[in-house]
């Protein structure tokens, strides 16, 4: 992977952070357990889940008191590995058949219930996808400052059939991040199960995570349509984002008694 002057010292700097174990905040295999059937039906319709509006929000009954934490994720990466197509799955919804570019930004919003590991707080994490053309960005240069203007955290996606892809996450992460930042920045690869065509090896993705320090999922081309397939992502994303609100506020885990720094603004 070819990396600038530039790339490289952002690398070094990523070395430097320690990762957060998972599961250290959160509980990772809540969504499987009955007591949290009450929550994700929520963000059911029937069997599907359900499709929120920008201005739309799952409706609670009294007795269950959620909090609603809000934050902007931007959705970086080449033309065809799968931005729209990612958003479309941790959303709900329907992934189109044939490949477009996007032609300018798009948002979606996604809902996911966790529970919190200290206090057994339940918390609904509303993350705003922020999903822009490659194309669009490199036309248009006030782009990629709205996508990145008051960024919570930024997915950089890759294809494993794409390994031109791969060798320019350094390039993505050098545009979009800076050394100093508080973004979250987790590493996404598409398109995991066409293992017949894959053009980056396990190898690739093992020397990256240890140069880079950076987490790397595995999304596949099928759907299955079951919290499931999508809940190793979101979970991943949430839990990044409260300990990076934890750290901001000046502690490493949140408050048994306050839960965390708590609701966030809307974005």
């Not at 339940?122 to 203007?149: I, M, T, Y």
């Not at 390994?163 to 320019?168: G, N």
């Not at 506020?249 to 949140?254: C, D």
């Amino acid at each position: 992977m070819i990396k600038s002057r530039g790339s490289a010292e952002l690398e070094a700097s990523f070395t430097m952070i320690p990762p957060q174990p998972p599961g250290s905040l959160i509980l990772i295999d809540w969504y499987r357990s009955a007591d949290s059937k009450e929550y994700f039906n929520r963000i059911k319709n029937k069997k599907q889940r359900r499709r929120f509006g920008l201005l739309e929000a799952p409706v609670l009954p009294p007795h269950l008191s959620v909090d609603t934490v809000r934050y902007k994720v931007f959705i970086s990466g080449k033309s065809g590995v799968g931005k729209t197509a990612l958003a479309a799955r941790l959303s709900g919804l329907d992934i189109p058949n044939m490949h477009y570019e996007t032609t300018g930004i798009e948002s979606t919003v996604v809902f996911w219930p966790v529970k919190l590991r200290d206090n057994g707080q339940v918390l609904f994490f509303r993350l705003q996808l922020w999903d822009c053309g490659e194309n669009a960005l490199r036309r248009f240069d006030h782009l990629l400052p709205s996508c990145k203007e008051q960024v919570d955290a930024i997915l950089f996606l890759f294809s494993f059939t794409d390994r031109a892809s791969f060798e320019d996450l350094s390039n993505q992460i050098a545009r979009s991040s800076e050394p100093s930042d508080s973004v979250v920045k987790l590493i996404v690869g598409t398109k995991f199960d066409l293992f017949m065509h894959a053009d980056v090896t396990d190898q690739d993705v093992r020397k990256f995570q240890e140069v880079w320090g950076l987490p790397v999922f595995r999304m596949g081309a099928d759907v299955v349509g079951a919290f499931g397939e999508v809940a190793p992502l979101l979970n991943a994303l949430a839990e990044s984002l409260w300990h990076q609100d934890c750290m901001m506020v000046g502690a490493a885990r949140p408050s048994p008694a306050t839960g965390g720094p708590g609701p966030r603004p809307g974005v």
